[in-house]
């Protein structure tokens, strides 16, 4: 499991944030399709 720490946003921001870097990055891709890791956000407004 990866845990980001977004600071000066809402949740659902950082949750829209973590969804487009899941959606383009390819080597976070690349490493989740052969290891399984979930990526998880926690927002500090």
Do not use: W
């Not at 659902?12 to 973590?18: M, R």
């Amino acid at each position: 499991m990866k845990h980001i720490e977004i600071h000066g946003v809402e949740q659902p921001t950082a949750d829209s944030l973590a969804a487009k870097f899941e959606a383009s990055c390819p080597i976070y891709n690349t490493i989740r399709r052969g290891s399984g890791i979930e990526l998880t956000v926690t927002a500090h407004s």
